[in-house]
């Protein structure tokens, strides 16, 4: 049970590149999630998803997109990269309804936009 | 909305200190309440968490009771530790299990 992955760990991007972060996680959760980890600024949402071709916008989700066509995989995606982008990225998942369902965090994604 | 508030850190403490780490919210209906953990170069994961009101979650010495009240839920531990030194983030979850919100994080350094 490897959890949930995220890949790649680190990255440089130059402003106007686009790139996707990859998420997957093998816990047959139904629910997955996108955050970005700023100083002082806590965790904050970016999109989710419910299941299988169900996506949603969270608090920050302008120039980021989604995608979820399998279960496993909710890959995220950067069209047209801004240094105001630079963050840590967190990919969750978890089990859908009950509010006491925890989330499970991946590593993180640390990108550098110059 | 629904929101997080924590103390602002960071927190610095002497090994085998006692800790509190403050936090309240704001919720329609019921949530349930989290403390995540995050060490350095680590995503989160999950310290304890408590469902409904009167319940206490407790983990690794750390302990939280859901105080609808004082809608508060504060981190306790008798004596901590250097290996305790990390980011604590407070949680609440009130909507099925979707959207979690998160309160800013607080930094805890335990010196030797």
């Known amino acids: 049970n490897a959890g949930v992955t995220q890949t790649p760990k680190f990255q440089v991007l130059k402003t106007g590149q686009s790139m996707t972060l990859q998420c997957a996680q093998d816990?047959?959760?139904?629910?997955m999630s996108w955050y970005r980890q700023d100083p002082g600024m806590g965790l904050r949402l970016i999109h989710y998803?419910?299941?299988?071709?169900?996506?949603d916008q969270g608090e920050v989700p302008n120039g980021y997109n989604v995608s979820r066509s399998t279960t496993e995989d909710f890959p995220l995606r950067l069209l047209s990269a801004a240094p105001s982008q630079t963050s840590v990225y967190f990919c969750?998942?978890?089990?859908?309804?009950?509010?006491?369902?925890?989330?499970?965090f991946g590593p993180g994604t640390r990108l550098t936009v110059l | 909305g629904d929101s997080v508030t924590q103390m602002e850190g960071p927190v610095t403490l002497s090994e085998e200190a006692f800790l509190t780490i403050n936090c309240t919210y704001t919720?329609?209906?019921?949530?349930?309440l989290f403390w995540y953990v995050q060490y350095p170069g680590e995503g989160l994961q999950l310290l304890l968490k408590a469902t409904k009101a009167d319940d206490k979650g407790s983990n690794k010495g750390f302990e939280a009771t859901y105080r609808k009240e004082t809608t508060s839920f504060h981190l306790e531990k008798g004596s901590v530790q250097v290996s305790d030194s990390a980011v604590y983030f407070c949680?609440?979850?009130?909507?099925?299990?979707?959207?979690?919100?998160f309160g800013p994080g607080t930094r805890l350094s335990v010196l030797p």
């Open positions: 816990m047959n959760h139904e629910y």
């Open positions: 998803s419910v299941g299988a071709g169900i996506t």
């Open positions: 919720a329609t209906g019921y949530p349930s």
């Open positions: 949680a609440l979850s009130a909507d099925y299990g979707q959207n979690f919100v």
């Open positions: 969750a998942s978890g089990h859908r309804g009950r509010s006491y369902n925890e989330q499970f």
